[in-house]
């Protein structure tokens, strides 16, 4: 296991390179970091040269990113727009995005695995096909819809929440926006339980422990959901990563103060160091999920052992 | 004394299936896999359910036994009595309470029919905590004991493994562990040994045939292999399309079998006495079932067929006591064979 | 990006296995009898094609998806068909005023007539959404059949490439990519959406020429002397293409989702071109005045996604021989 891990690890040092340089490569070769410190401003030729030495903008890319990832793994991330240093930022926003992707991955778990299951399991039925259209709309309506409709309905019309969640974005005004948030993958969370206990529902195994005259609720939960859900709960493992870097359109909605909104202001603003530093931490995190996920799998299904 | 009480047993048989019919619902029409099949196994007894593919025995054997896909099976007539009770009337709860204990099943594959994600230990252990309320470390210590018995090197180490971890011929044996745990009456084994080598074949069948004795088991041996009969049943029914076509005790059938569908199929094996002589082989393909010929199922494909066969459903009749055959000919049949 | 990741689980659980069954079916009569003795007995091998066909013609759900579909190309390419007006031809005197007649959804805050504006909107979504995905499923199935095919350092490479775009998410990439690339038409955003929409198509296309490579009759061509370029196009590729299909159809609906999410956080597309994204987006912010600016255009961009993916899931349904 513990070389397993390693071997993992080392595979994921090219994929965070390569992710992290492409988003460098955009960023600060395709756009102009020195004329967006100036905002509308046209720079002082002298002082544009003296920032592109200090930034290392005169060296080739592959040295700037090189000088760059250096500053990042010393804990150096640079400044932000406002002169706030981008660590501070990342300290206010990963919290809040944190708790609304937890929100958001319990509604899945809690709302997408039963619905699956029930769905699952009564195959062919009304509920299943209810479920199943139900699950093929809500994948179908994009989240800035919904976000806004869902807003609407509770916050402004029916005044159930507040539209707009405060600085400190505590849980229960998580709520509504976790939601948002959860629709398209909680339908996906729906559709993969319903088919994996569907599926699993006539593998051979099932049948056995039917024969061996245990009880429906014993061959339900002990044989048919354990094997059903490994995939679902691995799916959920991986939308953690994707959750937090997808919270962008969601947390505008909702005037959330966390990731996305700073890497939004970030790239509005042109301020390259808030953007990498924030997509470089998002990568991270993908990344560790996907490893997490892998290593659960084993310890769920014990056929796979890794070497 | 006791000899009349075995007498007073055995007149009733252990599992009597009467007229059983099961359908299937399918894309191309109602595929009707068994009809009208009746049999009886008694204490002690092995009978052996022989056919094709699409024959309907193992269907048969899921409806006894209660574990028919439904959707899109359904069983539309007959009675399955065990022990005089018949099992299809019988309330839900009350049929789980035989299922297991009282009468039990062995799969063809046991890596797909063991729950990869389950040591072999809990799957074991299950039987006696479910139907005897047993502590877990009770049955756990009692699975150990039943991996001994069917001769499992290490047990106490190994009842930790998962199924993927034994080979194939100690898959089976934990499969047989797990039908016998309960010593139950009667045991069905669906094509226990296919899945295996030819040389664990022999071993495993020898394993299932001195299990039988000990505990007096009634064992239903659904197959489609001739060799695996001829060692272990006393008597066999031939199914062919959904219909048994011959019973008969194992060496009436072998000796002279009454039915042209068994010559068929007796003609097919290989013999070391044949050799150098063409293998026969019967023509054509058993019928689909969402549309059985008229008549004799068997008619297109037989070499004896004739006006009568093709619009006259043949019943099974007496060849002789505790023998049928479901041919018009079956005199004729019988004569040559002899 | 899950809210636009076009993977769907489903369509990742069983595509691989989607091809395979059509040789399945014809040799499964001689083997052991089944829980259904008599589909396989029939005798009747139709081909996985014909026989997906045959399903679609009946479901409903395929008719319905089918037709809005014929009907969104139509009017994309002949907007005028149904609606006469011209969608840059406002009058703020009218701004945000509801239904009235000859303008029945209304005006957005420009007093541009929300019914023209809802009708031309379709073109951007269809023409990026078929762009896209012609591009992202011609490049994916290219280099992942020749990945699954070829295997070895290739396959390798193309595995870790793969990943390094499945590492950044998607709409902040999108966000990152076109506020450099800042153009506001349609074809930054189709690249931007290729480029990372490909591996998702590749991983599929290269699963099933796995699969597909290992059944008998591909051993057997090769065993009889076919070349790699006629088993791969003779032999693999028809019986391959299947999952590839019914991922694509479903990633296009989302690609129309993400061009819409793109345009709506402003990086997309621009005025002066007609977008649902857009529109969406301005009437954001008068929500609470003017419901039904927001109404339509996101009706039209819900029920364009959904005609796209459950056509996919129809297609999936009956080219998957296992769920039915």
């Given at each position: 296991?513990?070389?397993y891990?390693?071997?993992?690890?080392?595979?994921?040092?090219?994929?965070?390179i390569?992710?992290?340089?492409?988003?460098?490569?955009?960023?600060?070769?395709?756009?102009?970091?020195v004329?967006?410190?100036?905002?509308?401003?046209?720079?002082?030729?002298a002082?544009?040269?003296?920032?592109?030495?200090?930034?290392?903008?005169?060296?080739?890319?592959?040295?700037?990113?090189?000088?760059y990832?250096?500053?990042?793994?010393?804990?150096?991330?640079?400044?932000?727009?406002?002169?706030?240093?981008?660590?501070?930022?990342?300290?206010?926003?990963?919290?809040?995005?944190l708790?609304?992707?937890?929100?958001?991955?319990?509604?899945?778990?809690v709302?997408?695995?039963?619905?699956?299951?029930?769905s699952?399991?009564?195959?062919g039925?009304?509920?299943?096909?209810?479920?199943?259209?139900?699950?093929?709309?809500?994948?179908?309506?994009?989240?800035?819809?919904?976000?806004?409709?869902?807003?609407?309905?509770?916050?402004?019309?029916?005044?159930i929440?507040?539209?707009s969640?405060?600085?400190?974005a505590?849980?229960?005004?998580?709520l509504?926006?976790?939601?948002?948030?959860?629709l398209?993958?909680?339908?996906?969370?729906?559709?993969?339980?319903?088919?994996?206990?569907?599926?699993?529902?006539?593998?051979?195994?099932?049948?056995?422990?039917?024969?061996?005259?245990?009880?429906?609720?014993?061959?339900?939960?002990?044989?048919?959901?354990?094997?059903?859900?490994?995939?679902?709960?691995?799916?959920?493992?991986?939308d953690?990563?994707?959750?937090?870097?997808?919270?962008?359109?969601?947390?505008?909605?909702f005037?959330?103060?966390?990731?996305?909104?700073?890497?939004y202001?970030?790239?509005?603003?042109q301020?390259?160091?808030?953007?990498?530093?924030f997509?470089?931490?998002l990568?991270?995190v993908?990344?560790?999920?996907?490893l997490?996920?892998?290593?659960?799998?084993?310890?769920?299904?014990?056929?796979?052992?890794y070497? | 004394?006791?000899?009349q009480?075995?007498?007073?047993?055995?007149?009733?048989?252990?599992?009597?299936?009467?007229d059983?019919?099961?359908?299937?619902?399918?894309?191309?029409?109602?595929?009707?896999?068994?009809?009208?099949?009746?049999?009886?196994?008694?204490?002690?007894?092995?009978?052996?359910?022989?056919?094709?593919?699409?024959?309907?025995?193992?269907?048969?054997?899921?409806?006894v036994?209660?574990?028919?896909?439904?959707?899109?099976g359904?069983?539309?007539?007959?009675?399955?009595l065990?022990?005089?009770?018949?099992?299809?009337?019988?309330?839900?709860?009350?049929?789980?309470?035989?299922?297991?204990?009282?009468?039990?099943?062995?799969?063809?594959?046991?890596l797909?029919?063991?729950?990869?994600?389950?040591?072999?230990?809990?799957?074991?252990?299950?039987?006696?905590?479910?139907?005897?309320?047993?502590t877990?470390?009770?049955?756990?210590?009692k699975?150990?004991?039943?991996?001994?018995r069917?001769?499992?090197p290490?047990?106490?180490?190994?009842?930790?493994?998962?199924?993927?971890?034994?080979?194939?011929?100690m898959r089976?044996r934990?499969?047989?562990?797990?039908?016998?745990?309960?010593?139950?009456?009667?045991?069905?084994?669906?094509?226990?040994?296919?899945?295996?080598d030819?040389?664990?074949?022999?071993?495993?069948?020898?394993?299932?045939?001195?299990?039988?004795?000990?505990?007096?088991?009634?064992?239903?041996?659904i197959t489609?292999?001739?060799g695996v009969?001829?060692?272990?049943?006393?008597?066999?029914?031939?199914?062919?399309a959904g219909r048994?076509?011959?019973?008969?005790?194992?060496h009436e059938?072998?000796?002279?079998p009454?039915h042209?569908?068994?010559?068929?199929?007796?003609?097919?094996?290989p013999r070391?006495?044949?050799?150098?002589?063409?293998?026969?082989?019967?023509?054509?393909?058993?019928?689909?079932?969402?549309?059985?010929?008229a008549?004799?199922?068997?008619?297109?494909?037989?070499?004896?067929?004739?006006?009568?066969?093709?619009?006259?459903?043949?019943?099974?009749?007496?060849?002789?006591?505790?023998?049928?055959?479901?041919?018009?000919?079956?005199?004729?049949?019988?004569?040559?064979?002899? | 990006?899950?809210?636009?990741?076009?993977?769907?689980?489903?369509?990742?659980?069983?595509?691989a296995?989607?091809?395979?069954?059509?040789?399945?079916?014809?040799?499964?009569?001689?083997?052991?009898d089944?829980?259904?003795?008599?589909a396989?007995?029939?005798?009747?091998?139709r081909?996985?094609?014909?026989?997906?066909?045959h399903?679609?013609?009946?479901?409903p759900v395929?008719?319905?998806s089918?037709?809005?579909?014929?009907?969104?190309?139509?009017?994309?390419?002949?907007p005028?068909?149904?609606?006469?007006?011209?969608?840059?031809?406002?009058?703020?005197?009218?701004?945000?005023?509801?239904?009235?007649?000859?303008?029945?959804?209304?005006?957005?805050?420009?007093?541009?007539?929300?019914?023209?504006?809802?009708?031309?909107?379709?073109?951007?979504?269809?023409?990026?959404?078929?762009?896209?995905?012609a591009?992202?499923?011609?490049?994916?199935?290219?280099?992942?059949?020749?990945?699954?095919?070829?295997?070895?350092?290739w396959d390798a490479?193309?595995s870790?490439?793969?990943?390094?775009?499945?590492?950044?998410?998607?709409?902040?990439?999108?966000?990152?990519f076109?506020?450099v690339?800042?153009?506001?038409?349609?074809w930054?955003?189709?690249?931007?959406?290729?480029l990372?929409?490909?591996?998702?198509?590749?991983?599929?296309?290269?699963?099933?020429?796995?699969?597909?490579?290992?059944?008998?009759?591909v051993?057997?061509a090769?065993?009889?002397?076919?070349?790699?370029?006629?088993?791969?196009?003779?032999?693999?590729?028809?019986?391959?293409?299947?999952?590839?299909?019914?991922?694509?159809?479903?990633?296009?609906?989302?690609?129309?989702?993400?061009?819409a999410?793109?345009?709506?956080?402003?990086?997309?597309?621009?005025?002066?071109?007609?977008?649902?994204?857009?529109?969406?987006?301005?009437?954001?912010?008068?929500?609470?005045?003017?419901?039904?600016?927001?109404?339509?255009?996101?009706?039209?961009?819900?029920?364009?996604?959904?005609?796209?993916?459950?056509l996919?899931?129809?297609?999936?349904?009956?080219?998957?021989?296992?769920?039915?």
């Open positions: 296991m513990g070389r891990v390693i071997r993992r690890l080392l595979q994921m040092v090219p994929v965070f390569g992710s992290t340089f492409l988003i460098f490569f955009m960023v600060y070769a395709l756009g102009d970091p004329a967006a410190l100036f905002g509308d401003k046209a720079p002082d030729p002082t544009a040269a003296r920032i592109r030495r200090e930034l290392y903008l005169d060296e080739p890319l592959w040295k700037q990113y090189g000088h990832m250096g500053q990042i793994l010393s804990g150096d991330f640079g400044t932000a727009f406002n002169g706030q240093k981008v660590t501070e930022l990342m300290a206010d926003a990963f919290p809040v995005t708790r609304l992707t937890l929100v958001a991955i319990l509604f899945e778990i709302i997408g695995i039963t619905l699956g299951v029930l699952g399991l009564r195959r039925r009304s509920v299943d096909t209810s479920v199943l259209l139900l699950t093929l709309i809500v994948v179908s309506i994009p989240t800035f819809v919904s976000g806004y409709v869902l807003q609407y309905l509770f916050g402004v019309k029916w005044g929440v507040s539209p969640v405060s600085p400190e505590p849980f229960d005004e998580l509504l926006p976790g939601i948002v948030l959860a398209t993958s909680l339908a996906y969370v729906t559709r993969l339980s319903r088919t994996s206990i569907a599926e699993n529902s006539r593998a051979d195994y099932v049948r056995t422990a039917v024969a061996k005259g245990l009880p429906r609720r014993r061959v339900v939960t002990r044989h048919l959901l354990r094997n059903s859900l490994i995939p679902v709960v691995t799916f959920i493992g991986t953690v990563g994707a959750l937090m870097g997808g919270a962008i359109v969601t947390e505008r909605i005037n959330i103060h966390g990731v996305g909104f700073q890497l202001q970030g790239i509005l603003r301020n390259s160091p808030t953007v990498v530093g997509v470089t931490i990568v991270i993908f990344l560790l999920a996907n997490f996920v892998d290593l659960l799998y084993a310890v769920l299904d014990p056929r796979i052992r070497a | 004394m006791t000899q009480y075995e007498k007073a047993a055995a007149a009733v048989p252990l599992l009597d299936v009467r059983l019919h099961v359908e299937f619902r399918t894309r191309d029409g109602v595929a009707k896999a068994v009809n009208g099949v009746s049999y009886s196994v008694r204490a002690g007894e092995t009978l052996a359910v022989l056919g094709e593919s699409g024959s309907g025995k193992s269907v048969t054997a899921q409806a036994m209660g574990i028919l896909d439904s959707p899109p359904r069983i539309t007539g007959g009675e399955v065990f022990r005089g009770q018949d099992l299809l009337t019988m309330g839900a709860e009350a049929r789980r309470r035989i299922r297991g204990a009282k009468l039990s099943m062995i799969f063809q594959d046991a797909s029919a063991l729950n990869p994600v389950m040591s072999v230990g809990a799957q074991l252990g299950e039987m006696f905590s479910v139907h005897d309320g047993m877990r470390k009770d049955s756990r210590d699975a150990v004991q039943l991996m001994e069917v001769r499992i290490a047990a106490a180490e190994r009842a930790g493994d998962y199924p993927h971890q034994f080979s194939g011929g089976q934990i499969m047989i562990a797990m039908a016998l745990a309960l010593e139950p009456d009667l045991v069905i084994a669906d094509e226990p040994t296919t899945a295996l030819v040389t664990v074949q022999a071993q495993i069948m020898d394993l299932l045939a001195e299990l039988q004795r000990e505990y007096n088991m009634g064992l239903i041996l489609h292999d001739l009969v001829a060692d272990v049943a006393d008597r066999i029914a031939v199914m062919y048994i076509v011959e019973t008969a005790s194992v059938l072998y000796a002279a009454a042209p569908y068994t010559v068929g199929l007796l003609g097919s094996i070391l006495d044949h050799k150098g002589k063409e293998l026969y082989a019967i023509k054509g393909l058993p019928p689909s079932l969402t549309d059985i010929p008549g004799c199922p068997f008619n297109p494909r037989c070499p004896r067929a004739q006006a009568i066969c093709r619009t006259d459903r043949p019943p099974l009749f007496d060849v002789a006591p505790g023998r049928a055959s479901a041919c018009h000919f079956w005199k004729e049949t019988l004569d040559d064979a002899g | 990006m899950p809210e636009l990741d076009p993977s769907d689980p489903d369509a990742a659980v069983i595509p296995d989607g091809a395979a069954s059509s040789l399945a079916t014809s040799d499964a009569a001689t083997l052991e089944g829980p259904l003795p008599g396989p007995a029939s005798g009747k091998a081909s996985l094609w014909s026989d997906a066909w399903d679609l013609r009946r479901n395929f008719l319905v089918a037709l809005i579909i014929v009907f969104l190309v139509l009017i994309a390419l002949w005028g068909l149904i609606a006469s007006g011209n969608p840059l031809q406002c009058d703020l005197a009218k701004a945000q005023e509801g239904s009235q007649p000859g303008h029945p959804f209304g005006f957005d805050t420009q007093g541009c007539d929300v019914y023209t504006r809802t009708v031309y909107g379709a073109r951007a979504s269809i023409t990026v959404g078929i762009c896209a995905t591009g992202a499923a011609l490049l994916g199935s290219v280099l992942g059949g020749l990945a699954g095919f070829f295997g070895s350092w490479l193309l870790r490439i793969a990943d390094i775009f499945f590492g950044i998410p998607i709409i902040l990439g999108g966000l990152v076109l506020s690339v800042t153009s506001g038409s349609l930054p955003v189709v690249g931007f959406i290729v990372l929409g490909w591996p998702q198509i590749s991983r599929i296309a290269r699963g099933s020429v796995v699969t597909a490579k290992q059944h008998d009759y051993q057997a090769r065993a009889l002397g076919a070349g790699d370029t006629r088993l791969l196009l003779r032999h693999i590729a028809p019986n391959a293409v299947a999952p590839v299909i019914v991922v694509a159809t479903i990633a296009l609906g989302t690609y129309i989702a993400l061009e999410t793109l345009s709506f956080l402003g990086v997309g597309l621009k005025p002066p071109t007609v977008s649902w994204g857009i529109d969406i987006s301005n009437a954001s912010t008068q929500i609470r005045n003017a419901p039904h600016m927001l109404l339509w255009p996101a009706g039209a961009l819900s029920i364009t996604v959904l005609a796209f993916i459950m996919g899931d129809a297609v999936r349904d009956a080219l998957d021989p296992k769920l039915r």
